[in-house]
């Protein structure tokens, strides 16, 4: 019976995120995946020391389910052969536009982005980055400043073109920034902020999912496009991984650093980092590198994502 107690829960899990059913309550508890994984392998353990061998069976057939989900995420994947030039990426939430501006201008001035985008951008947000430098740094930007969290930002080296503003129409109502950066000896790149409705509640669950289905999906047969930002979503959940079979990849798991928490205990919540902040990339680009940076007063942390676009045609 300790057996059977201990592996149900694991094996049940398997079931709920092998088949894609994150409805309700289950939205929320998907993102700690990565956690039941490990504690498949200690189940398993255990019903083999026990020689319970039924319970084994199926605590293997979960652990090796889990597993084959979760552990990828931290093997880098091959590469294309992109051959154009390097651009730095950066994304950050400001929670309300209380992240730290002078550490944010610091990270963007230390590891030379390119391009950065913003997620819960204020008014006094953007009034602070530009006093302390952003605007000489990156002089190029689309950006949407409001008042608690709806907010966005897009700040580029290079001019943008194409720019715009969408508002996700349920749940929090946040919005993106999007425009087209135009990057020498690289073929134009659509960036956007993305920024979809949190499930932090049971009716904010449809939301949710309406604003990842909308988000704009990849377009492999024409040009280049990158989504960067707060998804409220980690590759544990079926909308994102359905965006990302529209043609994109999750920058970390190619770099093999797919699980490293971006949202938890970062302002002081008990609760164990989960990866919800990505950055999508055409699977015509190539990743270099993906770091998870510090951004005190978020309870985000920032990602940068080293990439190489390929030549123009």
């Known amino acids: 019976m ?3 107690l201990t592996i149900a829960p694991t094996a049940l899990w398997a079931a709920v995120r092998l088949l894609g059913l994150d409805r309700g309550p289950l939205v929320q508890a998907l993102a700690f995946t990565p ?3 490990g504690v498949s392998v200690l189940a398993l353990a255990l019903a083999l020391a026990l020689r319970r061998w039924w319970p084994a069976a199926v605590a293997a057939l979960a652990a090796v389910a889990l597993l084959g989900v979760v552990a990828p995420r931290a093997l880098a994947a091959p590469q294309p052969a992109a051959a154009g030039p390097t651009v730095r990426l950066l994304t950050a939430n400001l929670l309300a536009g209380t992240g730290d501006a002078r550490t944010l201008v610091e990270l963007v001035r230390r590891h030379e982005v390119d391009v950065l985008t913003v997620q819960e951008f204020t008014p006094d947000a953007r009034t602070a980055l530009d006093q302390l430098g952003l605007d000489r740094l990156l002089p190029h930007r689309q950006l949407n400043p409001e008042v608690g969290t709806p907010g966005s930002g897009l700040y580029s080296r290079w ?3 194409d720019v715009g503003l969408r508002r996700n129409l349920n749940g929090w109502g946040f919005t993106q920034a999007y425009g087209t950066v135009t990057i020498p000896g690289a073929p134009p790149v659509r960036v956007e902020s993305a920024h979809p409705s949190a499930p932090y509640a049971l009716d ?3 939301p949710w999912r309406a604003d990842l289905t909308a988000q704009p999906p990849a377009t492999p047969d024409g040009g280049l496009q990158i989504l960067a930002g707060d998804f409220n979503a980690t590759l544990d959940h079926g ?3 359905a965006l990302l079979r529209t043609g994109y990849v999750d920058a970390a ?5 797919g699980l490293v928490g971006t949202w938890g205990p970062y302002d002081g919540d008990l609760i164990p980092p989960v990866t919800i902040d990505h950055v999508l990339v055409d699977r015509r680009i190539a990743v270099r590198s993906v770091r998870v940076l510090a951004l005190p007063g978020s309870d985000h942390r920032p990602v940068l994502a080293t990439l190489t676009l390929p030549s123009p045609p």
């Open 2 to 4: 300790l057996c059977w």
């Open 35 to 37: 956690y039941i994984a």
């Open 159 to 161: 001019p943008l073109t």
């Open 204 to 206: 904010q669950v449809g």
């Open 239 to 241: 909308p994102l991984r």
């Open 253 to 257: 798991d190619a770099a093999g650093e």
